[in-house]
């Protein structure tokens, strides 16, 4: 099992969506269920999801957001970079 850390602009990034949602709580419930998908993955094999982009970042997609994310394997540890709501 892995650590799932979100870094503060990922954070941020995560109130931004929420904001833009406008209190649409079937939208909220989505993002809410996406968020918990997103980190149950990561706590279980990082290595396996998404596909590699740049020396040692991933990306993936859980609708309807999207992340990167980085795996420090040797720790154990998966940092969540990037955090995205496309539609």
Known sequence: MYAVVWVTSTLDDLRNIRASLDLDDAALETVTASLQEIAARLRANPLEEGESR?????ISFVAPLGFTF????????????NLWRYK
Do not use: G, I, Q, S
Request: overall charge negative.
């Open 70 to 81: 980085r795996v420090t394997a040797e720790e154990r540890m998966v940092t969540v970079l």
């Open 54 to 58: 740049n020396a040692d970042e991933r």
